[in-house]
Structure formats: C-alpha cells, structure tokens
C-alpha cells in the first residue's frame, strides 16, 4: 500500500497563490490515479482535481478550472496543486488521495472511489 503525506498550506490573501504537495511512499505513484478533494468542518468532501495514472489526462471542478492545475512527477513519487487567484471561497483542509489498479487514462471524481488518503493540509484564504 501507499502512504500519502501533504504539504504546502498556508494562510495566503485573495489572488495570492499556494503550491500542495502529496508525498507518496511505500509504493511508486505511477501506479495510482490520484486526485485532490477539500472538506470544510461539517461538509462533504469535496472534488477539486484528478489525474491519470502516468500524467496524460486531467479533470476539475468547474469553480477551479483555469485557477488550479494538478500534476504529477512520478520519478519523485509526489502529486502537486497548484492553486492561482485564490479565493476565500477555497478555504479548507485539502486532501490527497489514491487509486489504485486503474487503466492508464482514467481519472475518477468520486472521493468512494479511492482507496488512500493523505492527512490533509489547511488552506486558508483571507479576504
């Protein structure tokens, strides 16, 4: 199994931006899928990004689309979001996460969908 450590959040102002990390060991990350969620105190998790296995397919979250982008750099085994124009809105603790056996190209939205789960980093954006 994989083992998932973010990192990266922050307390930023609106417009500013932030760089997650998600820190895979105990298995290489090319053999994951892997997205990113966020869940405020009460609420759902929430997905914000996903990616395919090996880097060639991305999906967002409307309300990030052209804010966020979600990468992946599987020779150092680490996830990345990158989050410009940030809003108050985007306010939560972030969550990686992985899939496991999975074909090359498919990228998943659903957070029942994955099998591991980082610990989660805040984000908080100030108006």
């Known amino acids: 199994q994989v083992q998932l450590v973010e990192s990266g959040g922050g307390l930023v102002q609106a417009g500013d931006s932030l760089r997650l990390s998600c820190a895979a060991s105990?298995?290489?990350?090319?053999?994951?899928?892997m997205g990113w969620f966020r869940q405020a105190r009460g609420k759902e998790r929430e997905f914000v990004a996903a990616?395919?296995?090996?880097?060639?397919?991305?999906y967002y979250k409307d309300s990030v689309k052209g804010r966020f982008t979600i990468s992946r750099d599987n020779a150092k085994n680490t996830l990345y979001l990158q989050m410009n124009s940030l809003k108050p809105e985007d306010t939560d603790v972030y969550y990686c996460?992985?899939?496991?056996?999975?074909?090359?190209?498919?990228?998943?939205?659903?957070?029942?969908?994955?099998?591991?789960w980082g610990q989660g980093t805040q984000v908080t954006v100030s108006s």
């Open positions: 990616i395919s296995r090996l880097g060639h397919t991305t």
């Open positions: 105990g298995r290489t990350l090319s053999s994951y899928a």
């Open positions: 996460a992985a899939k496991a056996s999975v074909p090359s190209l498919t990228v998943y939205s659903l957070h029942t969908s994955y099998d591991y």
